[in-house]
């Protein structure tokens, strides 16, 4: 199966088409990338009253937006005290207490503009694949307990019964997490900041982006704005142009399959009560089902062509739920993650009047949306404390090529080697 056919894309109830940009204007903010961050900072922006101006290289949505597993997770790859560990207390703080609220922002969006993206607030479960992984999550269920979160342990047989697979060891219920549609959702963000003012525009590469005295002139093929500030979120799908440099990160492929909808009987045994899933594999899995039944298989790794990653999600969808049967798969497509090496998101400034966000490492929904909603308002007001996390001035990282390259190696091994989870 060729690895392009991309469920969200077929299944989207959002639907939102853009003029190419072909004039002279200007803005009060121009937003680069029409992702999760770009549109939910166009909204915030509009609804604000500032003038926005978005360029799209593509279609909204057409990156890792569209391409996403559809988790909306409360907080980052990383459990609560890693962050703080590696920002320091107070800033860890700070950005584990945003990102908690993370899927409340996500789903009252939906709701307030009534978004047909398949929200449904059941919670997530991280599932143990080993002992080991037990192990790590009864490690983060006493770091989300103290921190108030609305978490629970589940032994074997409790997560067994949740997921309806024998082939876990336990699992960490987020009551606050939740599945949608994803391409759905940035369509959503994108209907609703044109409903207040912001101007959207598709496949609108920008050509260049240079500071000309106190504001920005920005470029593409067919067109120019002079906005007083930009925002780039551009994240994995970045494409370099003149003026603006964003750093490189490591890019982490990840691939998803969907069978065919599951009949009422089987599928009343899988996810019963609908939650996401994901597991403490190094090389991560996922499952989950849609609103039409259909059960969705991911995992890290870049179709080739070879069939590998293919061969190993049959394998583990007869692993994991023997009960599915030989039920086909009826859709395979994969994106690409921007992979930071502490796995924590960056805020670059660009100059004095900009911002590059970029490097969710998988987390692209909660973050997405609340970094987006806050790179708007610092940027209109100036106001930096109005930021989740502090604000770099730039950012490095070394042999992010070959780190991808390590990554993408170690998902075709394990790939390769068998299926995995219990």
Not at 268 to 291: I, N, Y
Request: hydrophobic share 40%.
């Amino acid at each position: 199966m060729k690895a392009d056919l991309n469920l969200w894309r077929d299944s989207a109830k959002e639907n939102f088409q853009a003029d190419v940009f072909a004039e002279e204007t200007s803005a009060d903010l121009c937003i680069l990338g029409g992702g999760f961050t770009g549109c939910a900072a166009a909204l915030t922006a509009a609804r604000d009253g500032a003038s926005v101006l978005l360029l799209e290289a593509e279609t909204i949505g057409h990156g890792g937006s569209g391409r996403n597993v559809g988790l909306v997770n409360a907080g980052l790859w990383l459990p609560p005290q890693a962050v703080c560990d590696a920002l320091g207390q107070g800033q860890g703080s700070r950005l584990n207490t945003a990102l908690a609220a993370a899927p409340g922002q996500v789903f009252d969006l939906i709701e307030d503009y009534d978004i047909a993206c398949e929200p449904v607030q059941s919670g997530t479960l991280h599932c143990a694949h080993s002992l080991k992984g037990f192990n790590d999550l009864c490690s983060r269920y006493e770091q989300q307990r103290a921190l108030g979160a609305p978490v629970t342990l589940l032994d074997a047989g409790q997560a067994q019964d949740r997921t309806g697979t024998a082939r876990v060891y336990g699992a960490l219920h987020d009551a606050r997490a939740g599945t949608i549609q994803p391409l759905a959702y940035a369509r959503g963000l994108a209907r609703a900041a044109a409903q207040h003012g912001a101007r959207i525009f598709e496949h609108s590469p920008v050509t260049s982006a240079t500071r000309q005295g106190r504001s920005w002139l920005i470029n593409t093929p067919q067109g120019t704005v002079i906005a007083r500030k930009i925002l780039v979120a551009t994240n994995a799908y970045h494409q370099p142009f003149k003026g603006t440099d964003v750093p490189p990160t490591t890019p982490v492929h990840y691939f998803q399959l969907a069978t065919a909808p599951l009949g009422h009987n089987i599928g009343a045994q899988v996810l019963p009560g609908g939650e996401g899933c994901w597991d403490t594999g190094t090389v991560m899995t996922s499952f989950r089902k849609d609103q039409a039944g259909r059960l969705i298989i991911g995992a890290m790794g870049n179709p080739d062509g070879l069939g590998l990653h293919e061969a190993w999600a049959k394998r583990m969808l007869a692993r994991l739920f023997p009960q599915v049967g030989d039920t086909p798969f009826e859709h395979f497509w994969s994106g690409q993650i921007s992979m930071t090496s502490d796995h924590i998101p960056k805020v670059m400034r660009l100059g004095g009047d900009g911002f590059a966000v970029f490097g969710y490492s998988g987390r692209g929904i909660g973050p997405g949306t609340v970094i987006g909603t806050a790179a708007a308002r610092t940027l209109l007001s100036g106001d930096e404390a109005l930021l989740p996390l502090d604000a770099v001035d730039g950012y490095s990282e070394g042999f992010t090529t070959a780190k991808g390259q390590f990554y993408e190696l170690a998902a075709r091994l394990t790939h390769a080697s068998g299926a995995r989870l219990g």
